[in-house]
């Protein structure tokens, strides 16, 4: 597939990347100069140019010879131009949408149509959504993109007093229908095998489906129970008016569902703060004070929050007033982060959940750009280290009437559910794969090119 990325900053990088990654002819646009010299690093054409720019875009990148367009430059007036154009000459198109606001139309009109536009993908709406999970139940994250759409993954963090620590998995009976995936260390992520014995901070990645027992499995791993139960959330703090921000607290307010929750916003700014409460719902009391104060913290009772979301728009204040939050008694803290390296580096640090717009952004328009007859779904977890892909086992696969003991799966692969006609099957060794078969398979980021091609 040619695909032709106007902009080369983070998103646009990282898209480019992962379709260069998978053998997709790829060419980026951008007018940076420091963007384009490190686009130039990719297998990749790529041009300093204005993305805006019709006479650009069809004389120099050549939009008319791509099948796909995927504007992702940080102006969204740019993204929905290079759409419109790309539209006429024939390609599918992807836009990457900052501000939600700038195509509300009367429902009688057609987005497609207007703008050109086969997808548009949000980076505000995609952290709400990821944030809005966490209301319920902190620990689980559900994935999306996959034909099972009740999958979940419970994080855990184990301790030296975890009665499953210093035990090889093999030894571990966790009930039915949940999957240890994942395993991250301090020395990295790995992929678990049955031989893999469990140490005090590992972070695991359990995979759920709709029956699995959360109690059970919190017998099993010697976790508190409340890690796993539906948490009651009855004071929920924002700090930062940014458009996430303000969204969240406007949401969750109105949702008959969490109607006894208390929100407040924090806002150091004296002239924010006023302006965030003429548009925020009276119920909202915002605060004028900075999360980063831990006096300011104290008077208005971080210890009895249930939640703390830091949703500004400088990520090093997100960090800081996580870190505070916890250390001053607040239950769940998430951080808001922007850059994936900061992400790697913080995610031991004890803040609960950290949500990277850019990269669930990067992940959406990966998905939708790849999404074939054989490969339906995929999800990257822990930074782009480690990945989910949902494979479809056709009629002529290699793979039928095997059992998975004797594929030759790659190696630091693992197989961690089939759905088969709508039942999540979390599969032994000598489980067999039937034409239809829906395959979830866990794999590190160096294996994907492999085992792309073992499932081809």
């Known amino acids: 597939m040619r695909v032709l ?7 646009g990088f990282r898209v480019g990347r992962d379709l260069v990654y998978r053998g997709h002819e790829v060419t980026l646009v951008d007018s940076n100069p420091s963007s384009v010299k490190r686009a130039q690093t990719l297998d990749a054409q790529v041009f300093k140019g ?19 367009f995927i504007g992702v430059t940080g102006k969204d007036v740019v993204n929905l131009v290079g759409c419109s154009l790309a539209k006429k000459m024939g390609c599918s198109t992807i836009a990457r949408l900052n501000n939600p606001d700038i ?3 009367p429902s009688d009109y057609d987005h497609k149509q207007l703008f050109g536009v086969d997808a548009f993908v949000s980076p505000d709406e995609l952290s709400m959504h990821r944030i809005w999970q966490i209301l319920s139940r902190p620990a689980l994250t ?4 996959f034909s099972v759409g009740s999958l979940r993954i419970l994080e855990i963090r184990l301790n030296d007093s975890s009665p499953s620590v210093g035990r090889p998995l093999s030894n571990i009976k966790l009930p039915p229908h949940c999957r240890i995936a994942l395993i991250a260390r301090e020395e990295g992520v790995t992929i678990p095998s049955e031989q893999d014995i469990l140490m005090p901070r590992d972070r695991i990645l359990v995979l759920l489906s709709e029956n699995s027992e959360l109690e059970e499995l919190s017998d099993s791993l010697g976790i508190p129970k409340e890690i796993t139960s539906e948490r009651n959330i009855k004071r929920l703090m924002i700090a930062g008016t940014s458009r996430i921000a303000l969204n969240l607290a406007k949401q969750v307010h109105e949702d008959p569902k969490y109607e006894d929750i ?15 409460s003429s548009v925020l719902p009276d119920g909202v009391r915002v605060l004028v004070g900075s999360s980063t104060d831990r006096h300011f913290l104290r008077e208005e009772g971080i210890r009895y929050e249930d939640l703390f979301v830091a949703a500004t728009d400088r990520e090093d204040w997100n960090v800081l007033s996580c870190l505070l939050a916890k250390k001053e008694g607040a239950k769940r803290t998430v951080a808001l982060v922007y850059q994936t390296e900061l992400e790697y580096v913080i995610q031991d640090t004890g803040i609960d959940t950290l949500i990277n717009p850019k990269r ?4 959406a328009i990966v998905n939708r750009a790849t999404s074939t007859d054989k490969i339906e779904g995929m999800e990257e977890l822990e930074g782009g280290e480690a990945s989910v892909r949902e494979f479809l ?5 290699k793979n039928i009437g095997i059992p998975i003991e004797k594929l030759g799966v790659p190696d630091k692969t693992l197989i961690a559910m089939i759905n088969r006609d709508g039942e999540a099957i979390f599969p032994d060794e000598e489980f067999i794969l039937s034409e239809g078969d829906h395959v979830l ?10 085992v792309e091609k073992f499932f081809y």
């Open 5 to 11: 990325i106007a902009g080369a900053g983070e998103v």
């Open 50 to 68: 204005n993305a805006a720019s019709a006479k650009f875009l069809m004389e120099e990148a050549s939009i008319k010879d791509a099948d796909l």
């Open 103 to 105: 195509i509300e139309l």
């Open 142 to 145: 559900r994935l999306e993109h």
């Open 262 to 276: 208390e929100v407040y916003v924090t806002e150091p700014d004296p002239i924010l703060a006023e302006n965030a």
């Open 360 to 363: 669930v952004t990067v992940n």
């Open 393 to 397: 086992i056709k009629k002529n696969s």
């Open 441 to 450: 398979v866990f794999t590190l980021k160096g294996k994907l090119p492999e």
